[in-house]
């Protein structure tokens, strides 16, 4: 069989918008796991805190066992 070569996929504005809004959601409701949204993230250095060191792109997509969801009001028990 002939090789062939993949189309690229086409995305146009109204799939790209709802697709960086799914994004936006998955991120901040925690439903996606990164090291974005991970209490040990250093947004200034660009690395974790606990390991004080910048993780390999892999973990930083989909975070280590040690990810932590951010404290909120929520979390309070009184
Ligand atoms: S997910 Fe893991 S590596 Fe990433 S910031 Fe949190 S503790 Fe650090």
């Known amino acids: 069989m002939a090789y062939k070569k993949p189309m690229p996929v086409l995305i146009d504005e109204k799939v790209n918008y ?14 996606y ?3 974005l949204n991970c209490i040990e993230w250093d947004e200034g250095k660009e690395e974790c805190k606990r390991f004080k060191s910048r993780p390999p792109a892999t973990i930083i997509v989909y975070s280590c066992p040690q990810w932590s969801q951010a404290v909120s009001d929520d979390d309070i028990p009184f």
């Open 18 to 31: 709802l697709k960086n809004n799914i994004q936006s959601v998955l991120r901040m409701g925690f439903i």
């Open 33 to 35: 796991r990164n090291c």
